[in-house]
Antibody, heavy 123, light 111 residues
Framework: QVQLQESGPGLVKPSQTLSLTCTVSGGSISSGGYYWSWIRQHPGKGLEWIGYIYYSGSTYYNPSLKSRVTISVDTSKNQFSLKLSSVTAADTAVYYC???????????????WGQGTLVTVSS | QSVLTQPPSASGTPGQRVTISCSGSSSNIGSNTVNWYQQLPGTAPKLLIYSNNQRPSGVPDRFSGSKSGTSASLAISGLQSEDEADYYCAAWDDSLNGSVVFGGGTKLTVL
């Protein structure tokens, strides 16, 4: 069974870049079969998809965040990462990593989730 | 403002049947499959229903999903206290090069 764990700073200053890493265990990222995803949840609010990446490096991003988001993968460490630039207080949220299947975006769903990590944007 | 529309709240008593609706458009629910997630307080979301009406292993058959046109529904029968949670629908949206869109969530209270 795939397990995911987010890690990274819990506090980021405005205008800086938020950086998070998701470590995957119980399966190899490079074996294919999954999109590796980031999703966030603002405090007391609903879920917002940020984007996902395939092990080959191909990505899909939320159009509303695309100009500020980079998702990358490190198959040697079995990790994938999120960078969100020029953050503001509006980016304060719990950030989740998740796996998505099948490899058809129109049909995929998030089957495994990390526990989530709260990132606060504040000076 | 979420792309998919859900009622903010729903409630029922133990043993009752409750349904939660999810309304979208031709670019999302109308042309793609719908998934449902359950989020218990203080925890990460959990996949509840995928591909409109499929249950992952371990999800009780009290939970069922359906889709018709540009709307979808989640039904919970034999309501139990542990079903008190937030429920989210989600689907792929074909507009703007494609993206996953979620409903705003429905908080289910078991009275």
């Amino acid at each position: 069974q795939v397990q995911l764990q987010e890690s990274g700073p819990g506090l980021v200053k405005p205008s800086q870049t938020l950086s998070l890493t998701c470590t995957v265990s119980g399966g190899s990222i490079s074996s294919g079969g999954y999109y590796w995803s980031w999703i966030r949840q603002h405090p007391g609010k609903g879920l917002e998809w940020i984007g996902y990446i395939y092990y080959s490096g191909s990505t899909y991003y939320n159009p509303s965040l695309k100009s500020r988001v980079t998702i990358s993968v490190d198959t040697s460490k079995n990790q994938f990462s999120l960078k969100l630039s020029s953050v503001t207080a509006a980016d304060t949220a719990v950030y989740y990593c998740a796996s998505a299947v099948p490899l058809v975006p129109a049909a995929n769903y998030f089957d495994y989730w990390g526990q989530g990590t709260l990132v606060t944007v504040s000076s | 403002q979420s792309v998919l529309t859900q009622p903010p709240s729903a409630s029922g008593t133990p043993g009752q049947r409750v349904t939660i609706s999810c309304s979208g458009s031709s670019s999302n629910i109308g042309s793609n499959t719908v998934n449902w997630y359950q989020q218990l307080p203080g925890t990460a979301p959990k996949l509840l229903i995928y591909s409109n009406n499929q249950r992952p292993s371990g999800v009780p058959d009290r939970f069922s999903g359906s889709k018709s046109g540009t709307s979808a529904s989640l039904a919970i029968s034999g309501l139990q206290s542990e079903d008190e949670a937030d429920y989210y629908c989600a689907a792929w949206d074909d507009s703007l090069n494609g993206s996953v869109v979620f409903g705003g969530g429905t908080k289910l209270t078991v009275l």
